[in-house]
């Protein structure tokens, strides 16, 4: 039976839908942060996936620094103690504690009763993982757990030279705006588990920056073959764009959600397998450098943010009351799509 006790509560689906909403107008945002409610899950998920929780937020702390004889200084700050910057140091202090743990702790705990066995250390290491990564990916957090370590996704290669820019490109073009609904609907989906989904709406999106190309066709494959004759793209292009197409259509019609498979055919790797295929071949096809992609983005947001500066610091010549003005951190604009309900 599927492990249940940790599934969004109704607030929480309500938060996601308004993400989703959000998203839909303004395109993905990845945040330099942890969000409260990223902290709150997990330390649900430490209180579930081990029956030594203690032990873990002791570590935690101890790495932070921060031991307090009072309180757990991680769970408080995961809980909403502190900004977002901090949260993150508690939560990799809290996951890099788990994950150490789960391989070496095996001191018995006293039950407290002379009658009563020793309680053994018990941790579910691959749960825990799999709900912080998912929860991650959700709030769209530039981090993860990933090859023993707590990282940057920013460092992982195919997040930062295919998915980031992706996104990034069909968000800032309203043109690709249907391109971007399915994208972001495929990275949603496979958050979420739903792999089958993810996996169908993410050759959906290529569908779409097709048709924003003015290119249509029955199928992908059709369209690629229709991208060469409306020269939207080489011959040398289509040579070596044809086998990874026919790849995407192949798995699309054999696994994806429209047709019948059995409940595990579509794995989280065949599911990011394919959006890192889509990103690339649209990435590519918008004959744009991913770097070229984020650093224009980038640019965008520091002009506006100089921008709104100068704005303030005039109204405040005008007025004559000098307020100090704010600088703008990473994950301001995510903020409000989130809500101030506290989901868990």
């Known amino acids: 039976m599927r492990d249940t006790r940790l599934d969004p509560l109704p607030s929480e689906l309500r938060r996601r839908r308004e993400q989703a909403r959000w998203e839909l107008e303004n395109g993905i945002i990845w945040i330099d942060g942890c969000p409260t409610t990223v902290g709150v899950e997990v330390i649900a998920a430490v209180e579930t996936f081990t029956n030594m929780p203690r032990r873990v937020l002791a570590m935690a702390d101890q790495r932070l620094g921060e031991e307090d004889d009072r309180t757990w200084v991680s769970a408080e700050r995961l809980r909403g103690q502190g900004d977002e910057e901090t949260r993150l140091d508690a939560l990799a202090a809290v996951v890099n504690a788990f994950v150490w743990l789960a391989s070496h702790d095996d001191v018995p705990e006293d039950s407290g009763y002379g009658n009563r066995p020793d309680i053994e250390p018990e941790y579910d290491q691959a749960a825990f993982i799999a709900l912080v990564n998912d929860r991650l990916l959700h709030a769209r957090v530039d981090w993860l757990f990933e090859d023993g370590r707590f990282q940057e996704r920013g460092n992982y290669v195919m997040h930062s030279e295919v998915l980031r820019p992706a996104t990034i490109l069909l968000g800032d073009d309203p043109v690709f705006k249907t391109a ?71 798995d ?40 070229d992609i984020i650093a224009a983005r980038e640019k965008r947001e520091a002009d506006a943010e100089r921008a709104s500066n100068e704005a303030a610091s005039l109204a405040r010549e005008s007025t004559g009351i000098d307020t100090p003005s704010r600088t703008s951190e990473p994950w301001d604009a995510p903020t409000d799509r989130y809500g101030d309900d506290t989901p868990f």
Do not use: Y
């Open 180 to 250: 971007s609904d399915a994208f972001q609907s495929a990275l949603t989906r496979l958050s979420k588990g739903e792999t089958d989904i993810a996996l169908t709406q993410a050759a959906t999106a290529l569908q779409e920056f097709f048709r924003a190309l003015d290119v249509e066709g029955n199928s992908v494959a059709n369209q690629l073959d229709n991208a060469q004759r409306a020269k939207v793209i080489s011959g040398a292009d289509r040579s070596l764009m044809k086998p990874l197409i026919d790849w995407v259509n192949a």
């Open 252 to 291: 699309r019609s054999d696994r994806g959600n429209a047709h019948r498979h059995r409940e595990g055919d579509v794995t989280k790797a065949d599911a990011w397998l394919m959006m890192h295929v889509v990103g690339a071949l649209m990435v590519r096809l918008s004959n744009r450098e991913p770097r």
